[in-house]
């Protein structure tokens, strides 16, 4: 277990210079066919940034320089698409359509087949040696339940053979919180797969079936649930109550999101606040010296046009890590009222001078790219 101190009234923050080599706008394309609502999840590869709209029950394919490519719509009225992985050894992308099915297509946007799993998921990630994980879906708390079930499930043949890791007891379950976040974390890094549940401040990353790393997150007592909240009998079916309709629980942390692991010694992620809508709360952790970087608190400067990357006026933060670089990214209604409110004279650099030019603030959003500096 490596413990993870967190102080967020300690956090550090700075300017971008200080720990981004690079920094870049990339609008993505506004079209009859490609204008969605909001990024859900984001994945990066060598020709594309593939974005998923549950709203509009979109996958969208825009090309590195943010021109729409092509996108795709699921196959059946009743199905959507709640989240993805791509397999990058058959370039293939799995989708999740349906609690126990999943449809897979070639990353050209043709449909290949659909798999029906036999067991109820909440999301699934690909793995590097070829096998997926996939997070189950807990059912209501029951005494009547085996004393033991899992949360993680590997398999390489959709579930048809699985080994399972990271058990629970089913009485005391999670399932009355809200699962709205990812708890695979939507990292799309094949070797650095992180769980983490609601109502829970513990971490794992998930190796393969026999490597599993555990991180214990230790918060203030002003932003902490009760200890061991997530486990003890005592609040069996009363969780949900306790959190979201209790005056003292407001501002304490319900849960951890979007990790990553950029270096060795790095984590990235975000802290969800109870009864706040956005979540302005994304770090990053050197796990050897302690030090906390809030993204939220760097400030812009001359490299991203005195724009900030993560700022919590742009309301819930995205922030994925691929490659060296961290994405995030920003409402046209957002960055178009921050031009009315800048002077004239203000460089927004070509790019968003050519963007000002011919969108609205209906137009889709703008990811922003910074490369992290070596020596963070």
Same mark, same amino acid.
């Given at each position: 277990?490596?413990?993870?101190?967190?102080?967020?009234?300690?956090?550090?923050?700075?300017?971008?210079?200080?720990?981004?080599?690079?920094?870049?706008?990339?609008?993505?394309?506004?079209?009859? $066919?490609?204008?969605?609502?909001?990024?859900?999840?984001?994945?990066?590869?060598?020709?594309?940034?593939?974005?998923?709209? *549950?709203?509009?029950?979109?996958?969208?394919?825009?090309?590195?320089?943010?021109?729409?490519?092509?996108?795709?719509?699921?196959?059946?009225?009743?199905?959507?698409?709640?989240?993805?992985?791509?397999?990058?050894?058959?370039?293939?992308?799995?989708?999740?359509?349906?609690?126990?099915?999943?449809?897979?297509?070639?990353?050209?946007?043709?449909?290949?087949?659909?798999?029906?799993?036999?067991?109820? /998921?909440?999301?699934?990630?690909?793995?590097?040696?070829?096998?997926?994980? +996939?997070?189950?879906? *807990?059912?209501?708390?029951?005494?009547?339940?085996?004393?033991?079930?899992?949360?993680?499930? +590997?398999?390489?043949?959709?579930?048809?053979?699985?080994?399972?890791?990271?058990?629970?007891?089913?009485?005391?379950?999670?399932? $009355?919180?809200?699962?709205?976040?990812?708890?695979?974390?939507?990292?799309?890094?094949? $070797?650095?797969?992180?769980?983490?549940?609601?109502?829970? +401040?513990?971490?794992?990353?998930?190796?393969?079936?026999?490597?599993? /790393?555990?991180?214990?997150? /230790?918060?203030?007592?002003?932003?902490?649930?009760?200890?061991?909240?997530?486990?003890?009998?005592?609040?069996? *079916?009363?969780?949900?109550?306790?959190?979201?309709?209790?005056?003292?629980?407001?501002?304490?942390?319900?849960?951890?999101?979007?990790?990553?692991?950029?270096?060795?010694?790095?984590?990235?992620?975000?802290?969800?606040?109870?009864?706040?809508?956005?979540?302005?709360?994304?770090?990053?952790?050197?796990?050897?010296?302690?030090?906390?970087?809030?993204?939220?608190?760097?400030?812009?400067?001359?490299?991203?046009?005195?724009?900030?990357?993560?700022?919590? *006026?742009?309301?819930?933060?995205?922030?994925?890590?691929?490659?060296?670089?961290?994405?995030?990214?920003?409402?046209?209604?957002?960055? /178009?009222?921050?031009? $009315?409110?800048?002077?004239?004279?203000?460089?927004?650099?070509?790019?968003?001078?050519?963007?000002?030019?011919?969108?609205?603030?209906?137009?889709?959003?703008?990811?922003?790219?910074?490369?992290?500096?070596?020596?963070?």
């Amino acid at each position: 277990m490596n413990k993870v101190f967190i102080d967020p009234d300690n956090a550090r923050g700075g300017t971008i210079s200080q720990y981004f080599n690079t920094f870049r706008f990339i609008p993505l394309e506004t079209t009859k $066919e490609s204008l969605f609502g909001k990024i859900d999840q984001l994945a990066v590869t060598q020709t594309h940034f593939i974005v998923l709209d *549950q709203q509009t029950k979109s996958i969208l394919f825009f090309r590195k320089d943010g021109s729409f490519d092509f996108k795709i719509r699921p196959r059946q009225a009743d199905h959507y698409f709640d989240y993805f992985t791509i397999d990058r050894r058959k370039s293939e992308l799995l989708v999740q359509t349906a609690i126990h099915e999943i449809s897979i297509y070639d990353l050209k946007g043709n449909f290949l087949k659909k798999v029906n799993l036999g067991k109820n /998921i909440n999301s699934l990630v690909w793995l590097q040696n070829g096998h997926i994980i +996939y997070q189950l879906e *807990q059912g209501a708390p029951s005494e009547n339940s085996p004393k033991v079930k899992y949360n993680i499930a +590997y398999s390489g043949d959709y579930l048809k053979s699985a080994r399972f890791a990271l058990p629970y007891d089913p009485r005391f379950g999670l399932s $009355e919180l809200n699962q709205y976040m990812n708890s695979l974390n939507k990292s799309e890094d094949p $070797e650095n797969v992180f769980f983490s549940l609601p109502g829970d +401040y513990n971490v794992y990353q998930l190796k393969d079936y026999t490597h599993i /790393i555990h991180y214990q997150f /230790i918060f203030p007592l002003k932003y902490s649930l009760p200890n061991n909240f997530s486990a003890d009998s005592t609040y069996a *079916q009363k969780r949900a109550k306790y959190v979201y309709f209790n005056a003292a629980s407001k501002g304490k942390f319900e849960s951890i999101e979007n990790i990553f692991k950029p270096k060795e010694n790095l984590l990235l992620f975000s802290l969800r606040n109870v009864g706040y809508l956005t979540n302005n709360w994304t770090y990053l952790y050197n796990l050897k010296t302690g030090l906390l970087l809030s993204l939220g608190k760097v400030t812009g400067d001359s490299l991203s046009s005195y724009l900030p990357f993560a700022s919590p *006026q742009f309301g819930e933060t995205m922030v994925v890590y691929k490659n060296h670089h961290l994405y995030s990214c920003i409402a046209s209604s957002t960055l /178009i009222s921050i031009k $009315e409110h800048k002077e004239k004279s203000h460089n927004f650099g070509p790019v968003l001078n050519r963007y000002f030019a011919h969108e609205n603030r209906r137009s889709n959003p703008v990811l922003m790219e910074a490369k992290l500096k070596e020596n963070l």
